[in-house]
């Protein structure tokens, strides 16, 4: 069997086509923001930043740029820094740079330092990003073996049917991508609480049952430390609405999904990267947030309070004039009335 998709220059495949903004860190968010604003058909991320993290995630957050970069459904990558020399050595251009370029693919690098600024990076990204679109649109898919095809797996809304129908129907599909040499990647850990023995019968060694149930057990503890327990808040209202009882009825039915073949690992630092990403994507919402809040003041707020102070100035402006010219008007009443009482009969004239 076959698929259908873009071949890329380390033999990897992909099934899309993206050209990436890529920041190196989140001081330059706001420059991949605008540039992905600007020119139709570019994807971005925004990553969430180093600063105040351990050595170990910094690395760990540097290799999922870098893997986003090289990921196959990436066509060509436009990769945005800050000055040389700026920040963790991690996160220097050059750095990065250095790691995409094992794919093979085109990349672009701008520094902020070296466009002039903010303004500057934006124009020549956003003309940068034109030209690695048009280039991408140029690309053609290719029937390409199965072998080179890795897909991921993802719950979506589970209900009493998912365990008997859509699960175990992916899970075939999952059996025969793997017997024709592809890859399938599972990512519902806390959804393994109950149904974690399934898993570890088709465990390749010891070892890999061991990471698995000691990854679940390391969630369950998390959860315990801050009070919580995972059983009792999974599953959720609309699961048991849709006729689940318990996370084990869950579990049982999320575990269809991953077929029958042989588990060959435990990636850990999957779940990181999944935590990564869900901060990367309330990041992206706040950015927006506050991108419409400045919009708002700016453009509707900051002219009526203009108008509004043009208008109070004039009229406290008025009212002082008035004071003044009434203050004027009773010192001449008061001169007057005072020349007419030291001089009651007119005896000065």
Known sequence: MEFWGYYRQDGSVGVRNHVLILPATRNVNYICHRIALAVPGVTTFYTTGEYGRTGGDRKRLARFLTGIARNPNVANVLLIGM???????????DALAAEIARSGKRLEVLNVDRCGGLEGTVTRGIRLARELVREATAMRREAAPLSKLTIGMKCGDSDATSGLAGNPALGRAVDRLIDAGGTALFSETLELIGAEQTLVQRAKTPEVARRLLRL?????????????????????????????????????????????????????????????????????????????????????????????MKSIKMKLDENERGNITRLMKVKDMMLEQAHHYDDPFGMEA
């Open 83 to 93: 000055p040389h020399g700026y920040g963790y050595p991690e996160f220097q251009t």
């Open 216 to 308: 679940i057990a390391k969630w369950e503890a998390r959860a315990a430390s801050i009070g919580e327990d995972i059983r009792t808040i999974n599953p959720i209202p609309e699961n048991i609405a849709a006729g689940i009882t318990t996370l084990e009825e869950k579990s049982l039915g999320a575990v269809e999904k991953t077929g029958t073949r042989e588990l060959s690992g435990v990636l850990e630092d999957l779940l990181r990267m999944a935590q990564l990403e869900k901060e990367a994507q309330l990041l992206a919402e706040e950015i927006e947030r506050t991108r419409r809040r400045v919009n708002a003041l700016e453009y509707i707020m900051m002219p009526r309070y203009l108008v509004a």
